[in-house]
Nanobody, 115 residues
């Protein structure tokens, strides 16, 4: 089983930046894909970005060119650099990881983009 802990959320003005981190522990050796989802207020959880163990990345169209996902395998941590933030980026951001056929999720971190 994999445990995930997110950090780095907060309140930021439109156009600002935030960097989210997600640290993995537990059965980390078999983790292949790690990624980020978000849940805007009153909406369903949606895909944001993912990265494989060899660095192949994927992004939702709504964040392409603004968000960058990266991974430090030595630290078992995945990051999400978010630039040019918009009010519609507001939501709870969740980290997930795929290991041994099972998806694990973090508890989420709140991101609020507002002036």
């Amino acid at each position: 089983q994999v445990q995930l802990v997110e950090s780095g959320g907060g309140l930021v003005q439109p156009g600002g930046s935030l960097r989210l981190s997600c640290a993995a522990s537990g059965s980390i050796f078999s983790i292949n894909v790690m990624g980020w989802y978000r849940q805007p207020p009153g909406n369903q959880r949606e895909f944001v970005s993912a990265i494989t163990g060899v660095g192949i990345t994927n992004y939702a169209d709504s964040v392409k060119g603004r968000f960058t996902i990266s991974r430090d395998n030595a630290k078992n941590t995945v990051y999400l650099q978010m630039n040019s933030l918009k009010p519609e980026d507001t939501g709870v951001y969740y980290c997930n990881a795929h290991s041994n056929g099972i998806w694990s999720w973090g508890q989420g971190t709140q991101v609020t983009v507002s002036s």
